[in-house]
């Protein structure tokens, strides 16, 4: 077995890994601004930055668990594209003097889960996983009656 072949095999667990990661990181920023942990900074009620805290709460909870993955992730994707734009890229062009190198970097890492999926390791792929598995004792069960 090669190299390529050996990374190849674990690439979808890494890709779980990933997720899993960003995920409670993302999950982190809307932590601080619904509940003020583990900063004591909280936004307004229904002002923009607590719908951003909102999305980042759910949407990194849900991302982090592997449950509606594409989904969630194609709101954060968006969140991030939409927080760039108005906060960061009036400051400047560069990301790294804007401050909006994260944002850019999350609204990526996002998109590709939309296209990738969460993962071996996920509540998607456990559901997918009982739905294939109740759709063919069906079809076993059928089979046996009319046998």
Same mark, same amino acid.
């Given at each position: ?23 409670? %990181? ?40 592997? %449950?509606?993955?594409?989904?969630? =992730? ?6 991030? =594209? ?6 960061? =890229? ?14 850019? %970097?999350?609204?990526?890492?996002? %998109? ?25 004792? =069906? ?9």
């Amino acid at each position: 077995m090669t190299l390529e072949d050996r990374v190849h095999r674990y690439s979808p667990y890494v890709l779980s890994i990933v997720r899993i990661v960003a995920a409670l %990181l993302f999950f982190s920023h809307g932590l601080s601004k619904m509940v003020g942990f583990p900063s004591p900074r909280m936004p307004d009620p229904f002002t923009l930055s607590w719908f951003a805290g909102a999305i980042e709460f759910i949407g990194g909870g849900l991302l982090a668990a592997g %449950l509606f993955t594409r989904t969630a =992730a194609l709101i954060m994707s968006g969140e991030m =594209a939409v927080g760039y734009f108005m906060s960061h =890229a009036p400051r400047g062009f560069f990301p790294q003097l804007n401050g909006g190198d994260a944002a850019i %970097l999350y609204c990526f890492m996002f %998109l590709y889960f939309v296209f990738a999926g969460a993962g071996p390791w996920s509540l998607d792929a456990w559901l997918k996983m009982r739905r294939g598995a109740g759709r063919n004792a =069906a079809v076993g069960q059928a089979g046996q009656r009319r046998a």
